[in-house]
């Protein structure tokens, strides 16, 4: 029995390794370390990640949290940038309490994509009840995901 959870884990621990990987600068292609260090000459505390087949690069900008993803050509993909609430347009404020009132809102970030703009991200939480929803920066919903509960997060890496 002893045998089978040890392995188990094991199994868990390169599922989730696969899933998102840290990178030692040195093993990140040279396209990628320059269009970042071109795209955010002031990043300090740098550390990168393999994210399937592109790299996340999280960083400190002027002391924000950051994080940009690249492909491994250098392209840059996109940039999140963690905001407070109190940072959100008066526009987003207003249909989030109009299309989710009573929801909690966690995490929140500004997302700037290449050819589309800026859209900003949130976790809504009330009760058991859960969604990861972006918005435009007029308020309009963009797209709007159920937020899995740590089980279900569980259980889907195991499969991957």
């Known amino acids: 029995m ?13 599922s989730l390794m696969g899933y998102t990987q840290k990178v030692a600068p ?5 396209p990628v370390r320059q269009a970042f260090a071109k795209k955010f000459p002031a990043a300090t505390g740098v550390k990168y990640e393999m994210e399937k087949k592109d790299y996340e690069i999280n960083f400190k900008d002027k002391g924000v949290e950051m994080s940009a993803n690249f492909d491994v050509t250098g392209i840059w993909l996109e940039t999140e940038t963690e ?13 989030v309490a109009k299309n989710f009132a009573g929801f909690k809102i966690s995490e929140v970030a500004k997302t700037e994509v290449p050819g589309k703009g800026l859209i900003y991200e949130m976790d809504l939480k ?3 009840e859960g969604f990861e929803v972006q918005f435009s920066p007029k308020g309009d919903i963009v797209k709007k995901t ?3 509960n740590e089980k279900e997060e569980k259980e889907e890496d195991e499969k991957h």
């Open 2 to 14: 002893k045998k089978i959870i040890v392995l188990l884990s094991a199994c868990m621990l390169i």
């Open 26 to 30: 040195d093993k990140v292609p040279a």
């Open 83 to 95: 905001i407070k609430e109190s940072d959100l347009p008066k526009e987003v404020s207003a249909s």
């Open 126 to 128: 009330k009760d058991k």
């Open 146 to 148: 159920l937020l899995k």
